[in-house]
């Protein structure tokens, strides 16, 4: 049975942080945060090649250009954990925030073709 639960998530007042946690049950080559904010599409923020070894070209994270810097993807794989930990937030990432996993295709990827979600978890930055 798959299942991906977001947790963490809140209200918070500009430049503050946050950290969001998925808790996922099955082990997935690739996983991912994505977001989305009221009337507008669903859109990467950060991506994770959990099988990434020390020889793989191009790391094994990627970033939205709107949160490099100020987010950082990692996972705890003792706690089974996706993490984002999000800091200097803003206004702008207001949004609906999802866990997202999969075993296949390129690795670590901001698309959404991803074939696993969780149910979501809100984030609200106030000014």
């Known amino acids: 049975q798959v299942q991906l639960v977001e947790s963490g998530g809140g209200s918070v007042q500009a430049g503050g942080s946050l950290r969001l946690s998925c808790g996922y049950r099955?082990?997935?080559?690739?996983m991912g945060w994505f977001r989305q904010a009221p009337g507008k599409e669903r859109e990467g923020v950060a991506g994770?090649?959990?099988?990434?070894?020390?020889?793989?070209?191009?790391?094994?994270?990627v970033y939205a250009d709107s949160v490099k810097g100020r987010f950082t993807i990692s996972e705890d794989k003792a706690k089974r954990t996706l993490d984002l930990q999000m800091n200097s937030l803003k206004p702008e990432d207001t949004a609906m925030y999802y866990c997202?996993?999969?075993?296949?295709?390129?690795?670590?990827?901001?698309?959404?073709?991803?074939?696993?979600w969780g149910p979501g978890i809100q984030v609200t930055v106030s000014s």
């Open positions: 997202a996993a999969d075993s296949t295709g390129d690795c670590p990827r901001l698309t959404l073709d991803f074939g696993y």
């Open positions: 994770f090649y959990t099988s990434a070894g020390f020889y793989t070209s191009g790391g094994n994270t």
């Open positions: 099955n082990s997935w080559r690739c």
